[in-house]
């Protein structure tokens, strides 16, 4: 796909892990490395508490993206993304940056219990099949509200799905109403979606997600989340820059 996003250059290894990886630059210092090994010290980061479930948490979102077929990288790439605007917020709230970041990894957790068939459609869900899906924010809240020290991180996975203008789900929830940190989500995990190859089409560029997220500001969006984006924008476009290609053989 030929966008700002995708890089004709050769292969080269990770400096950090040696995968063999179509070359991605450290923003840095300009080294090759892959998206893993950069968003490692940055998920670190933002759970530098010590939080007894962190690995537990962090192993249930990357077996979530396995099953979904994805890199194994979405949620902890939507999670780092998300916190960037969030300190913009909290720049000095250790504990609450960790229950966004925990919040954002584990949003879609309750899809465990999605069959895959309707998990894995890539066509349109039919109204039954739909109904099943609607129930995963609920169901990812009934699991992570279980996890100790994580009563913010659960409701903010309860709430991912809703829309700034009460046309979401589970509970149709309004402006504020939702949780801070599920309105900065929604504007980072839609710039995710539709910068990301899917199998039914080719990922956008960073400007197209843009001026959809920007149409969509005060409908879908919080104007404060999507102002916050664009304050952001240059850290963003280097970390959707980041995404790696498909291992090299």
């Given at each position: 796909?030929?966008?700002?996003?995708?890089?004709?250059?050769?292969?080269?290894?990770?400096?950090?892990?040696?995968?063999?990886?179509?070359?991605?630059?450290?923003?840095?210092?300009g080294d090759p490395l892959c998206e893993r090994c950069f968003l490692e010290p940055l998920a670190a980061e933002c759970t530098s508490g010590g939080d007894p479930n962190a690995g537990f948490a962090e192993a249930?979102?990357?077996?979530?993206?396995?099953?979904?077929?994805?890199?194994?990288?979405?949620?902890?790439?939507?999670?780092?993304?998300?916190?960037?605007?969030?300190?913009?917020?909290?720049?000095?709230?250790?504990?609450?940056?960790?229950?966004?970041?925990?919040?954002?990894?584990?949003?879609?957790?309750?899809?465990?219990?999605?069959?895959?068939?309707?998990?894995?459609?890539?066509?349109?869900?039919?109204?039954?099949?739909?109904?099943?899906?609607?129930?995963?924010?609920?169901?990812?809240?009934?699991?992570?509200?279980?996890?100790?020290?994580?009563?913010?991180?659960?409701?903010?996975?309860?709430?991912?799905?809703?829309?700034?203008?009460?046309?979401?789900?589970?509970?149709?929830?309004?402006?504020?109403?939702?949780?801070?940190?599920?309105?900065?989500?929604?504007?980072?995990?839609?710039?995710?979606?539709?910068?990301?190859?899917?199998?039914?089409?080719k990922g956008l560029s960073f400007d197209a997600a843009k001026a959809e997220i920007l149409r969509m500001s005060g409908v879908q969006f919080d104007p404060v989340a999507v102002d916050a984006f664009i304050a952001?924008?240059?850290?963003?476009?280097?970390?959707?820059?980041?995404?790696?290609?498909?291992?090299?053989?």
């Open positions: 796909m030929k966008d700002s996003r995708r890089s004709t250059a050769s292969a080269a290894k990770c400096r950090c892990c040696g995968t063999l990886i179509a070359s991605r630059r450290d923003p840095e210092t249930l979102s990357a077996a979530l993206d396995l099953r979904e077929h994805e890199t194994g990288l979405h949620s902890r790439r939507v999670a780092c993304h998300t916190v960037v605007l969030a300190k913009r917020f909290f720049p000095h709230d250790e504990r609450r940056l960790a229950q966004i970041y925990w919040g954002a990894l584990l949003h879609d957790i309750g899809k465990i219990g999605v069959p895959d068939h309707i998990l894995l459609k890539n066509e349109a869900l039919d109204d039954d099949e739909w109904a099943v899906m609607r129930r995963h924010p609920d169901d990812g809240h009934h699991l992570v509200s279980r996890l100790a020290g994580m009563a913010e991180a659960a409701e903010m996975v309860r709430c991912h799905e809703e829309r700034y203008d009460g046309t979401g789900y589970p509970r149709g929830l309004r402006g504020e109403a939702i949780p801070l940190g599920a309105r900065l989500f929604a504007v980072i995990d839609t710039l995710d979606v539709m910068t990301s190859d899917r199998p039914y089409r952001d924008e240059a850290v963003l476009r280097r970390m959707v820059q980041m995404k790696c290609e498909q291992e090299v053989a």
